[in-house]
């Protein structure tokens, strides 16, 4: 994984994580490659103790407020799983245009894959007060709201908005009140 200039300190506190696909193309708004990140999400939460206070997915991007023991290895982890059933994908359905993309992006040197699917890093930002919490909380919640995309939080589906009202979405979370 790539450095970033957000470091991880302390594993006791969540960090606001934010990871875009390169170039900012589309991916996440087909649904199969959606669903690849959060079954990738779902099995970090059952295998590797990751605890996901808040999500959202947007369609070049995602958020999550989450803590973990290594959370730097985690999103390395998620990052190359979801990389690979992505290509996986975009190969079955013959999507050149977003393999030549991929391809396109690839770093030099980088031998392990012939496509580079996400930006380098995930820009850990530690959050350290209850107050800064629920900001951010808000902040990932309102990101399909400010895009225009819907009226209400809970009313996109990739998001752990609806989680904060009573209801359950597509992620377990540890929802914080």
Request: net charge positive; hydrophobic share 35%; proline share 4%.
């Amino acid at each position: 994984m790539g450095r970033s200039r957000y470091k991880q300190y302390e594993t006791c506190y969540p960090y606001l994580i934010t990871s875009s696909i390169v170039h900012g193309l589309p991916l996440f708004a087909k649904p199969e490659i959606a669903s690849y990140l959060i079954d990738t999400i779902m099995y970090l939460q059952s295998e590797s103790d990751l605890k996901v206070q808040a999500w959202c997915i947007m369609e070049n991007h995602f958020h999550m407020i989450a803590v973990h023991e290594n959370l730097g290895k985690c999103m390395q982890s998620l990052k190359s799983y979801t990389a690979k059933r992505t290509v996986e994908y975009l190969k079955l359905k013959n999507n050149q245009l977003y393999l030549k993309q991929l391809a396109f992006s690839r770093k030099r040197g980088k031998k392990e894959s012939a496509y580079q699917v996400w930006e380098e890093g995930f820009h850990p930002k530690q959050i350290f007060s209850d107050e800064m919490l629920h900001q951010k909380i808000n902040y990932v919640h309102f990101n399909p709201v400010k895009r225009g995309y819907v009226d209400k939080p809970e009313h996109w589906r990739y998001s752990s908005a609806r989680d904060y009202l009573g209801d359950s979405g597509l992620l377990p979370i540890h929802r914080i009140d």
